[in-house]
């Protein structure tokens, strides 16, 4: 154990080969390794969850394109005094993708 690690009580079990292939399995679909981390997180809560972070990601990478567009249109409108139908149609559509994404996204959450 340790030093400073807090946990002073151990806590000592044995299981079948096929339990242990049940845990493995678990493991293995979490996305963990450590088996002592995993058997105290499910010992204490009951269960574990694993969020799939690949639509906060791609969120993310809109969000940007779209911070870039209007960083680009305001400065083209501070040189010229113009601001074009197109680019605030090009954001109207960023801005409804985003929108789309983050609605999608608080689906998925609200559905755990």
């Known amino acids: 154990m340790r030093k400073n690690e807090g946990r002073t009580v151990g806590l000592f079990f044995k299981v079948s080969p096929e339990e242990m292939g049940l845990i493995e399995k678990k493991m293995e679909q979490v996305g963990t390794g450590n088996k002592r981390a995993y058997l105290r997180k499910m010992a204490v809560d009951g269960y574990i969850v694993r969020l799939d972070m690949e639509s906060v990601k791609e969120l993310c990478k809109l969000l940007r394109s779209i911070s870039v567009n209007v960083n680009q249109i305001a400065r083209r409108c501070n040189e ?33």
């Open 80 to 112: 010229t005094r113009n601001l074009y139908a197109e680019d605030v149609d090009d954001l109207k559509k960023g801005y409804a993708e985003a929108q789309a994404g983050l609605l999608e996204l608080l689906r998925k959450f609200a559905s755990l």
